[in-house]
């Protein structure tokens, strides 16, 4: 006998949307969709599933209601430095302000459902939070504190505003300013606080490594892998001398070119002469597909942590070191499996042709960028024919940027900070990293190794997560082009591409507001994502995109290589198993997981600044005013790459109003004016790792420059 199949989720939301009187009750539910009496206990599960996951709204009077019809919207919740969130919704109609005083238990990340109560003139929408169907986190890290008769804990995250209370008994024996992680038992409300226990002391916060080792659990993060993992890890490895369907290219030149203490090594480059103006370039990725099979615990392993995290003195590799650092990796002197791609290249940066290959390779040498840089610059040299190898991809590489620069890709440019450490663990400098011509000439062939696979994808129609980078709001255009035409810059009226936001770029390189307009442009920008529909890359002025590179660290590089291989490679068809809500899960996951792995990278970098400016306190510096809020402004240092905040409370010579539109503090009577690239010289007066906040004081006579 067939057991009759329960209602779709369409066919609930239906009956609902059509029910004249509102809300209705699981039986309501059941006789309008005719479900059989033996499957209604299985009805009332499937009712409670939706509710869980946000599809339905169950009231007080345990009535079912589709959440848009109830005026509710369900999203999850971003808190911001106020103590304030936003919801970022998961239909149309734009973000929702939830006032800290409206969140409830709710902290940052979790899914809630939200009341919209108001809505503004001119701003998002004002809500509350009636249900919290998701929680984002079930421990905090943080300091832990004792009271007379319990404890506290106060969280290292700002998202989360609140102390966790610790009842005695529930501690663990921890000492007062222990890092520890504390397991919520109890979520507060808007008048309590939450309460839970301790079930991890990480240790003083002084202690070396105890600071990372708390953004490591900040953030979810899980340094060691789990047995069974290991093991499929080793077996994996067995799996080189099973190369069958690789074509032997070890007679190539082949290297790969890394920062100087890489531990893996996921891409190498070849070069070869074809003709007159004419070479084959070929970008060889490790061919971790051949060890990673779909389906096992390796797989779902590095599917569960999307990708690779590179902690300030750590690496959370998303595969096993065993294949990760050994036979994933492209080491001198070691056949490895790769998938090739070979591309025919023109002093123009054209590609004539290409085609993909399974192969085995043997990289004849490990460069590091500062070695090749050399090379280029005539001051090192490798060997004759690897130092011929190098100028001739620069030369290639250098037509490839060209053509990339005019179509529309954006170059920012940008600093990066680099924290040197001792050999316990202690910081003892912080470097601006500079991009060198090798950097640019491996990012050049990365890139466009990506746009060719991507663009296979659209011509074929395969199931691949491409790497979108939608176009900025035109809100955001809108405040940009003010913001410009306030300094003199104009940007075209209309839609606005990345040839425009390059033109004024170019046009301020070297200018003293370069570094202002740069920053500016940039959070014009959309955050960059996977998703199964290409929608193009607008930061790259690129019409296809993926990321193709890495399958080491970055799971949807390993889900387009299985793609490859299989359509590309062996000409067979891709399983319909692939795509579908398969391919949007691991977009969506693996999107997730990014945001959280550049998180915590941060994070730890921060941690060590703040560490290495406690030995520099009472110290003058001078910086560049590189951020401008409500509340003060930041500065970047010159001698050490470290940004700190000047509290508008400590400018004592006027009350100073902030300028949303024009990034700058104004005094209301000396009219002084404060603003993103200002010069100015500062005192480190505090370095707080619990408070995770570095803080400078003006020095007098301050020089900023008068308001117009």
């Given at each position: 006998m067939n057991t009759p199949p329960l209602p779709t989720l369409s066919e609930v939301l239906k009956v609902l949307q059509d029910s004249p009187r509102g809300p209705?009750?699981?039986?309501?539910?059941?006789?309008?969709?005719?479900?059989?009496?033996?499957?209604?206990?299985?009805f009332k599960s499937f009712l409670r599933d939706l509710e869980q996951s946000g599809e339905l709204y169950r009231t007080r009077k345990s009535r079912y209601a589709v959440p848009g019809k109830i005026n509710l919207t369900v999203g999850v919740l971003k808190l911001i430095r106020a103590g304030d969130?936003?919801?970022?919704?998961?239909?149309?109609?734009?973000?929702?302000?939830?006032?800290?005083?409206?969140?409830?238990?709710?902290?940052?990340?979790?899914?809630?459902?939200?009341?919209?109560?108001?809505?503004?003139?001119?701003?998002?929408?004002?809500?509350?939070?009636?249900?919290?169907?998701?929680?984002?986190?079930?421990?905090?890290?943080?300091?832990?504190?004792?009271?007379?008769?319990?404890?506290?804990?106060?969280?290292?995250?700002?998202?989360?505003?609140?102390?966790?209370?610790?009842?005695?008994?529930?501690?663990?024996?921890?000492?007062?300013?222990?890092?520890?992680?504390v397991r919520i038992e109890q979520y507060g409300s808007r008048s309590l606080n939450s309460s839970g226990s301790i079930e991890r002391i990480l240790g003083p916060m002084d202690e070396p490594g105890v600071d990372v080792l708390a953004v490591l659990h900040g953030h979810g993060l899980v340094s060691e892998f789990p047995p069974e993992v290991e093991a499929a890890a080793r077996e994996a490895s067995d799996l080189a001398n099973e190369a069958g369907g690789h074509t032997d290219r070890r007679a190539l030149l082949v290297f790969t070119i890394d920062p100087p203490d890489a531990k893996d090594h996921d891409d190498a480059l070849s070069i070869s002469h074809v003709r007159e103006g004419v070479w084959e370039v070929g970008v060889h990725i490790a061919d971790v597909s051949h060890f990673v099979r779909p389906g096992g615990a390796l797989d779902a392993e590095a599917l569960d942590r999307g990708c690779s995290v590179y902690l300030v003195d750590q690496v959370i590799p998303m595969l096993p070191h065993a294949l990760s650092s050994e036979m994933c990796s492209l080491k001198a002197g070691h056949d490895r499996l790769a998938l090739s791609l070979f591309l025919t290249l023109d002093l123009q940066g054209r590609v004539r042709d290409h085609r993909f290959e399974r192969t085995l390779i043997s990289s004849r040498h490990s460069l590091h960028y500062e070695q090749v840089h050399g090379v280029l610059a005539g001051k090192v040299s490798v060997d004759p024919e690897v130092d011929d190898a190098i100028r001739t991809l620069d030369r290639l590489a250098r037509a490839v940027r060209a053509k990339r620069s005019a179509r529309g890709s954006l170059d920012f440019d940008l600093p990066e900070s680099r924290v040197v450490l001792d050999d316990e663990g202690r910081p003892v400098d912080v470097r601006k990293v500079v991009q060198l011509d090798s950097h640019r000439l491996i990012e050049d062939f990365m890139v466009l190794a990506n746009e060719v696979v991507a663009q296979e994808g659209v011509k074929r129609k395969l199931p691949i997560p491409y790497r979108i980078h939608e176009p900025p709001k035109p809100d955001r255009i809108e405040d940009l082009r003010q913001f410009l035409s306030s300094l003199g810059h104009a940007l075209p009226k209309g839609p606005v591409d990345g040839r425009a936001l390059q033109k004024v770029l170019d046009r301020?390189?070297?200018?003293?507001?370069?570094?202002?307009?740069?920053?500016?442009?940039?959070?014009a920008m959309n955050r960059a994502r996977y998703d199964p529909v290409n929608v193009g890359h607008f930061g790259l002025g690129s019409e296809a995109y993926a990321h193709f590179t890495s399958p080491i660290r970055r799971y949807p590089d390993l889900v387009l290589h299985r793609v490859v291989i299989r359509a590309l490679v062996e000409g067979r068809p891709v399983p319909e198993d692939w795509g579908g809500e398969y391919l949007k899960g691991v977009s969506e996951q693996a999107s997730e997981r990014e945001k959280t792995a550049q998180q915590a990278e941060r994070d730890s970098v921060e941690m060590k600044k703040i560490e290495f400016m406690r030995r520099h306190l009472g110290e003058d510096f001078s910086g560049t005013i590189s951020g401008v809020v409500s509340f003060g402004f930041f500065v970047v240092l010159d001698d050490f790459f470290v940004e700190g905040l000047v509290h508008v409370s400590t400018l004592n010579d006027d009350y100073y109003s902030f300028l949303e539109e024009a990034y700058s503090l104004v005094g209301q009577r000396?009219?002084?004016?404060?603003?993103?690239?200002?010069?100015?010289?500062?005192?480190?007066?505090?370095?707080?790792?619990?408070?995770?906040?570095?803080?400078?004081?003006?020095?007098?006579?301050?020089?900023?420059?008068k308001a117009d």
């Open positions: 209705m009750k699981a039986k309501e539910l059941a006789q309008a969709l005719r479900v059989p009496t033996e499957r209604y206990r299985a969130a936003f919801l970022n919704t998961e239909g149309e109609g734009g973000d929702v302000f939830v006032p800290s005083q409206n969140l409830e238990s709710a902290m940052d990340g979790d899914r809630v459902a939200v009341r919209i109560e108001s809505h503004p003139k001119g701003r998002a929408p004002v809500g509350r939070v009636v249900k919290v169907l998701d929680r984002a986190r079930e421990t905090v890290v943080g300091t832990f504190h004792r009271n007379r008769s319990f404890g506290f804990v106060r969280p290292l995250d700002s998202r989360i505003p609140r102390d966790i209370l610790v009842p005695a008994g529930k501690d663990e024996g921890a000492g007062d300013g222990d890092v520890v992680v301020v390189e070297g200018r003293p507001e370069e570094a202002l307009i740069s920053t500016v442009v940039l959070r000396t009219k002084r004016r404060f603003r993103l690239g200002d010069r100015v010289r500062v005192q480190v007066v505090r370095a707080d790792k619990e408070e995770r906040k570095i803080d400078f004081l003006l020095l007098e006579p301050a020089k900023g420059t």
